[in-house]
């Protein structure tokens, strides 16, 4: 079965304006990973331009935090609380050097989506609000005075919009070379659809949150909503620099092997995405009239499903042309119909499922395909241990990958089916070892992954193997060369 990699995607806007003031200190950031997305709004304060400085800074030292974090080796949270600190320290380590910006500060408020997770960490009173089904909730709380008046009972929350000490803030980035940092992990299970909105308090001082949630529900797209939320600001007189980073969610993507679909009934389509989807497979929906040429802009296909009940002729001509064409020639086609006969489809390189069969098949026959079409790779292991890391890895490449314990069935497979590369997990015999899946497999190369097996790479030469790696990533990488390669 194919790994069920899945990264979130979302369409992210972020616009800034100055409002009323004659300079903006306002910041924010949008980045898109591939299986991550960050977005932020960092509002500055501080004479002679320090502001605008300090918000860039912290704007900069998230940047560089995420992508230095693109395999996300830390949590969300850990993620989100090391790189505001590492944003606080260098505003005020800048601060020290430049007596001229001392004092300069900004608030901060960052997001991150990992799959269908949204994470929030913030300094200060910049704000996230999750907008779901025309509803508004307000995800961070202000480190303010007046947010503790109230908190307190001392005043309504409608009563800090007028509040003299409205603007007080007790926490910001830059005021020392530590800051404790509000991190809530894990705080959303993302829903399709869902909007995420992160804003400086010049938009919150003048709209308020039922007025931002119907602005979302009216408009819908991130960027006339960004547009329309500055727009309102400034008619109300903008008192303020103004910003906001408006994230819709759209689901997640899967990452396994690429199926193309060509079919224009939107139900028989729903079906094959949600069934192929949930098994870990990426779907690309085609309609028939102009399928071959699409198939060349779109994502290469592992496998090639074909269904039009109402015209099987048609079925057999896109089968016919696919199979004709020198870039799909070697891809797998899978025919959905109940009039094409089988034997008309072998002619056209077909296999054929009919609509009784659908439900029940379609999963075993798609793996089967597309693994029947993959380069080959097999892993010797016979303690059964070797990191599944691995073969995830090298499955997400298109390989396909089979495990073996035994060494006289890892020769009798090699016999008829041949493989494209061999992994041995192995540590004792690595001699024989190598010398009889040599035999077997000729130039195919050899790599060795366990820890210790041999001292290095020169050892591993010496004992009849090519390349000696434990890192499951430098192994995958290694793999996809050398089947490139000899490709």
């Given amino acids: 079965m194919p790994p069920k990699r899945t990264k979130p995607k979302v369409t992210a806007i972020g616009m800034t304006d100055p409002g009323s003031r004659t300079h903006n200190e306002d910041g924010f950031l949008s980045i898109q990973g591939t299986y991550q997305h960050i977005f932020a709004v960092c509002d500055g304060m501080g004479g002679h331009a320090a502001g605008e400085v300090a918000s860039q800074m912290a704007v900069e030292a998230l940047k560089k935090a995420f992508v230095s974090d693109r395999d996300m080796h830390r949590s969300s949270g850990e993620f989100l609380g090391d790189a505001i600190s590492s944003a606080n320290y260098s505003i005020y380590e800048d601060g020290q050097a430049h007596p001229e910006r001392a004092g300069m500060g900004s608030t901060c408020v960052v997001g991150l989506i990992r799959g269908t997770r949204l994470s929030v960490g913030h300094v200060g009173d910049s704000r996230a609000y999750l907008i779901r089904g025309g509803g508004i909730r307000q995800l961070t709380r202000d480190h303010s005075f007046v947010e503790e008046m109230v908190k307190a009972g001392m005043i309504t929350p409608h009563e800090t919009h007028s509040n003299p000490q409205r603007n007080v803030i007790l926490q910001s980035l830059g005021r020392g070379d530590g800051?404790?940092?509000?991190?809530?992990e894990d705080a959303v299970a993302?829903?399709?659809?869902?909007?995420?909105l992160l804003c400086s308090d010049g938009l919150t001082a003048v709209v308020a949150d039922q007025e931002i949630a119907e602005t979302i529900e009216r408009l819908g797209e991130p960027r006339l909503v960004a547009e329309e939320l500055i727009e309102l600001t400034n008619r109300r007189g903008g008192p303020d620099n103004v910003t906001v980073v408006c994230v819709r969610y759209d689901g997640v993507v899967s990452e396994g092997p690429p199926i193309a679909v060509i079919c224009d009934d939107a139900n028989a389509n729903d079906l094959y995405r949600l069934v192929l989807q949930r098994d870990g497979y990426s779907v690309d929906v085609y309609s028939p009239a102009n399928a071959v040429l699409d198939l060349h802009i779109g994502t290469a296909p592992r496998l090639i499903i074909i269904e039009h009940n109402d015209d099987p002729s048609l079925v057999l001509d896109i089968a016919a042309h696919v199979g004709e064409t020198p870039e799909f020639a070697r891809v797998p086609m899978l025919i959905v119909s109940d009039e094409v006969k089988l034997d008309e489809a072998g002619k056209v390189g077909a296999r054929v499922l009919t609509s009784r069969q659908l439900l029940t098949n379609l999963v075993p026959t798609v793996r089967?395909?597309?693994?029947?079409?993959?380069?080959?790779?097999y892993a010797l292991d016979p303690s059964g241990a070797q990191n599944a890391e691995i073969e995830?890895?090298?499955?997400?490449?298109?390989?396909?990958?089979?495990?073996?314990?035994?060494?006289?069935?890892?020769?009798?497979?090699?016999?008829?089916?041949?493989?494209?590369?061999?992994?041995l997990h192995v540590t004792e015999d690595l001699e024989f070892i190598c010398a009889s899946v040599r035999e077997r497999s000729g130039a195919c190369p050899i790599v060795l992954t366990a820890e210790g097996a041999v001292s290095d790479a020169r050892a591993a030469y010496a004992v009849g193997a090519d390349y000696y790696l434990t890192r499951p990533r430098d192994i995958a990488s290694l793999a996809k060369m050398l089947i490139q390669k000899a490709s």
Avoid: F, M
């Fill in 190 to 196: 993302l829903r399709t659809g869902d909007y995420v």
């Fill in 179 to 184: 800051v404790n940092v509000d991190v809530a």
């Fill in 392 to 423: 995830s890895l090298l499955r997400a490449d298109g390989y396909a990958v089979t495990r073996q314990t035994s060494l006289d069935v890892l020769l009798e497979r090699i016999k008829t089916h041949p493989a494209r590369l061999l992994l």
């Fill in 368 to 377: 089967e395909l597309i693994e029947s079409n993959s380069p080959r790779i």
